[in-house]
């Protein structure tokens, strides 16, 4: 063979040892409503982030409004999107690597333990770390140092994890128990009783969407700013707002599927990486609070964080 009809079956032999990991094929089985905007967004950003580190990966969705049965044999790693699904992968008991994204911390710590997943199951939860809300509440409310918090049934961890981030910033914390919906006006009352920013946790028996417009109302009346976890509490008259879009979590879930997929599995349990505030600037006019841009106060927390400073 001349030699100039060699160099193509080198460059095939090079090309093939170098690709390594990097073009290694596999199937990464996503479990999801796909009626679901929000799943629908995280799951573009994941294929997104995988296409160039994993060309070769593919990726298949499983509906789980359908009424086909989940078929995970041929699965490298699956991957839940919210809590419903979390529930339904948690079921099977599975024994190769599960990824539980989009869910509550609350939800994550609800699924039941699966002993045929021992050091291969990873979630990503959509909980924002109390330092970062308490850092944004210094940032955007310095003249603030009083916050209220109501303590619900499904609260928890989250509840003791704002207090001590808050009263280690040197707050004020102002928090009582609420343990059914006809109680919150009243527990408002007492932890409102002089103006405080009021901390939205993400516990549905308190904050929900029966509830979420008379909080609300009652927190503006007492002349208290609100900081919500979504951008949904910011148009409803929320002050402030701290989240994670589910394109974020999108990606932070394909990185994690790269980590796993190469042997480097990251720690088990992960809150959300990437953020974003949103600012309600009609309700800082009307409660006569100045703020900056949610733009500016997003830069700022990063690279506060970034700092650590």
């Excluded at 790693?77 to 024994?95: I, N």
């Excluded at 409310?141 to 499904?154: Q, S, T, Y």
Aim: charged share 15%; with cysteine.
């Amino acid at each position: 063979m001349r030699p100039s009809g060699i160099l193509p079956w080198l460059f095939a032999i090079a090309l093939i040892v170098g690709c390594g990991q990097t073009c290694a094929g596999g199937q990464i089985t996503v479990v999801m409503r796909t009626a679901d905007d929000t799943h629908r967004e995280a799951l573009a950003a994941i294929r997104d982030a995988l296409k160039t580190p994993q060309p070769a990966l593919q990726i298949n969705e499983v509906d789980i409004s359908a009424n086909g049965k989940a078929d995970f044999a041929e699965a490298d790693v699956v991957v839940s999107l919210g809590a419903h699904a979390a529930q339904v992968v948690a079921g099977h008991q599975l024994s190769l690597p599960v990824i539980y994204s989009l869910l509550s911390d609350r939800a994550w710590h609800s699924l039941p333990a699966n002993p045929n997943g021992r050091g291969h199951t990873f979630s990503i939860v959509l909980d924002q770390p109390a330092a970062r809300q308490v850092a944004l509440l210094e940032l955007a409310l310095p003249d603030w140092r009083r916050v209220a918090l109501l303590a619900g049934p499904e609260t928890g961890p989250t509840q003791r994890q704002l207090t001590n981030a808050a009263r280690a910033a040197q707050f004020e914390v102002r928090e009582t128990a609420v343990n059914s919906e006809h109680e919150i006006f009243p527990a408002l009352q007492k932890v409102l009783r002089e103006p405080a920013v009021l901390i939205v946790t993400p516990d549905a028996r308190i904050f929900n969407g029966y509830t979420v417009q008379n909080v609300l109302l009652t927190a503006y009346r007492h002349r208290s700013p609100v900081l919500g976890f979504s951008a949904a509490y910011v148009r409803a008259g929320a002050l402030l707002g701290l989240y994670s879009t589910p394109a974020q979590i999108g990606r932070q879930t394909a990185d994690m599927i790269l980590r796993v997929l190469d042997g480097h599995p990251p720690p088990p349990t992960q809150a959300p990486q990437a953020f974003e505030v949103a600012v309600n600037t009609n309700v800082a006019r009307s409660l006569g609070i100045p703020l900056e841009s949610a733009q500016a106060l997003t830069e700022a927390l990063i690279r506060q964080e970034s700092t650590g400073r």
